[in-house]
């Protein structure tokens, strides 16, 4: 299987992923406040990572490290784990779920590759992506009457701007270090903005009680966190921008199955429209990627 192959069927994973690690955060809600889920979950991962990837990562010398290339891992797990989360957060606290589930996913991640690195982007394409934005649309009940340009809205749109730009940051790495030493080194710092938040808070770090299902929350989100670090960075070192971004708009899909066998969430007809749909664009930009 060539790069090209294996980083859409990463990306393919890599949506699935994204939803269990959600379910994961839900089951550790009830126990743990946000901050205090982000800090124990990114530094529980911060610590498997060194633990899983130590042959990989115990011959880099810190000290050959450029201050820049230094910048650039403080600034992509500040932008990712930071900016981004308290965005989103905001976001689902001042607008509804669906405006944040679709706002937060649109595919705007060809626009960025250009924007960022004048990444090439096929025209023929474009047709595809903004069928795409219809089928997240359709899938996210999106109620026209609700889209009102509120804080909310644009809360949701700045984490979505934000995660795709620490997404395609990965480009900005020296290449003599590998993915394992770029995904230890980010998840070194990940949980240092959660900490902060807690003790500016005078909040807990450890919640007083904490329920067995949010046990098991923990030790999935802990396992996913480093997962989805290293197989997105993987996917995006790899693929074209607007490819990868399209191709985890499978997110949805998955949510929306996850969400009807476990959780009895109610799937309408234009939701399966907006499935379809999103399904056909998926196949479609990967199969013209691969022919390309």
Not at 19 to 26: E, G, K, N, T
Not at 233 to 259: D, P, T
């Amino acid at each position: 299987m060539n790069k090209k192959k294996l980083a859409i069927t990463v990306a393919v994973v890599e949506a699935l992923l994204f939803v269990i690690l959600s379910v994961s955060v839900r089951l550790m809600g009830k126990s743990f406040s946000i901050p205090q889920q982000m800090f124990v979950r990114l530094l529980g991962a911060s610590l498997l990572c060194i633990i899983l990837f130590y042959p990989k990562i115990k011959n880099i010398k810190l000290s050959e490290i450029s201050g820049v290339e230094w910048f650039i891992y403080i600034a992509r797990s500040f932008i990712y784990y930071g900016l981004s989360v308290t965005l989103i957060t905001y976001a689902l606290l001042h607008t509804t779920l669906g405006i944040v589930s679709f706002a937060s996913s649109l595919p705007i991640m060809g626009l960025l590759g250009y924007l960022y690195y004048k990444e090439k982007f096929n025209l023929k394409i474009i047709p595809i992506i903004l069928l795409s934005v219809v089928g997240l649309a359709l899938l996210s009940k999106i109620n026209l009457s609700d889209f009102k340009l509120n804080s909310g809205l644009i809360a949701a749109l700045g984490s979505l701007l934000l995660f795709d730009t620490a997404f395609l940051m990965v480009r900005l790495h020296n290449k003599k270090y590998t993915n394992y030493q770029n995904t230890a080194i980010i998840l070194a710092f990940s949980w240092l903005v959660p900490l902060i938040t807690l003790l500016v808070q005078h909040k807990r770090l450890w919640p007083a009680h904490v329920s067995l299902e949010a046990y098991i929350g923990l030790g999935i989100s802990i396992v996913l966190n480093v997962a989805n670090l290293f197989f997105l960075n993987y996917i995006f070192s790899n693929l074209k921008a607007f490819v990868a971004g399209n191709i985890l708009l499978l997110e949805g899909v998955f949510a929306l199955i996850i969400g009807y066998i476990f959780f009895n969430e109610g799937v309408d007809l234009l939701q399966m429209v907006g499935v379809l749909i999103i399904l056909g664009s998926t196949v479609a930009v990967s199969y013209m990627e691969y022919k390309d």
